[in-house]
Every structure is written in structure tokens, then in C-alpha cells.
């Protein structure tokens, strides 16, 4: 999927690291859509530190998002998030 809209939120980056004790980061963003007659406000996130590198967001920035969308299940309840795997500034 793919949307264009003006970052309004840029969190901490957070990090952690897995079973295993390989490392990852991950950035969550907010974009609020530019072309719509109601604006839709979608959250999503980065995952990787070279991926939050290269996009480089900051507030006001309008940009292209690809993204797709997951869902997962934990203790019984459903969970989505927004992936972002590629940024296009605009």
C-alpha cells in the first residue's frame, strides 16, 4: 500500500535485542494524509537501523510511504501495525 502525507509525530528511536542477542531498532512515526478531503492519520513504523537512517523523517516532511500492513495474535487479542519499507520525500 502507499500513502502521501506530512509527518506530524516522530518518536525515540527504541531498541532491544532478540533470543539470539542480535540487536534492532525500530522508529514509529505518525503521517497525516495532504490530499484528502478528511485527513486520516496513519501510524507506522520503521524496522532497522539503516532503513530509519536512510529515510531520515523529521516533523512537516511530505513524503511517499510504502508500507504493508501485519497483523498478529497475543493472549487472545489482535494486533495490526504498519510496516514502512519504503520512504519517498516528496
Known amino acids: 500500500m502507499e500513502i502521501i502525507g506530512k509527518i506530524v509525530v516522530v518518536l525515540p528511536v527504541q531498541t532491544g535485542a532478540n533470543k539470539s542477542g542480535k540487536a534492532w531498532s ?13 485527513p486520516q492519520k496513519v501510524v507506522f513504523e520503521l524496522f532497522g537501523e539503516q532503513r530509519i537512517k536512510d529515510a531520515d523523517l523529521h516533523i512537516d516532511e511530505v513524503v511517499k510511504l510504502y508500507f504493508s500492513i501485519d497483523g498478529s495474535e497475543y493472549n487472545g487479542k489482535w494486533y495490526s501495525k504498519n510496516n514502512g519499507f519504503r520512504v519517498e520525500k516528496q
Open 26 to 38: 525500530k522508529q514509529v512515526y505518525v503521517l497525516e494524509e495532504t490530499d484528502a478531503r478528511y
